[in-house]
Nanobody
Framework: QVQLVESGGGLVQAGGSLRLSCAASGSIFMINSMAWYRQAPGQLRELVASIRSSGSINYADSVAGRFTISRDNAKNTVFLQMNSLKPEDTAVYYC??????????????WGKGTLVTVSS
């Protein structure tokens, strides 16, 4: 089994910064893509940023230029540096990873989420 554990959420004032981390552990042969999603109250879950094993990165338009995604492959960890935070960034942030448990078995895994609250 594989577990994803997020950390780094909290309360911050508008204009501030937070850094989220997500560590994968368990039966891991290789990790393909890693991504951050978020879900605000009453809203659908949306993709914030993703990073492939190749290093290819994508950002949602709403966070481009403010957020930076990165990964440490040796530690099976993905990060999300969030700068210039806005109240509309308030949400539960979830980590998702496409993980090969064996050379022939790949599955998507989700973390339980970490709450980010940005006050105005």
């Amino acid at each position: 089994q594989v577990q994803l554990v997020e950390s780094g959420g909290g309360l911050v004032q508008a204009g501030g910064s937070l850094r989220l981390s997500c560590a994968a552990s368990g039966s891991i042969f290789m990790i393909n893509s890693m991504a951050w999603y978020r879900q605000a109250p009453g809203q659908l879950r949306e993709l914030v940023a993703s990073i492939r094993s190749s290093g290819s990165i994508n950002y949602a338009d709403s966070v481009a230029g403010r957020f930076t995604i990165s990964r440490d492959n040796a530690k099976n960890t993905v990060f999300l540096q969030m700068n210039s935070l806005k109240p509309e960034d308030t949400a539960v942030y979830y980590c998702k990873a496409g993980i090969w448990e064996t050379p022939t078995r790949v599955m998507d895994y989700w973390g339980k989420g970490t709450l980010v609250t940005v006050s105005s």
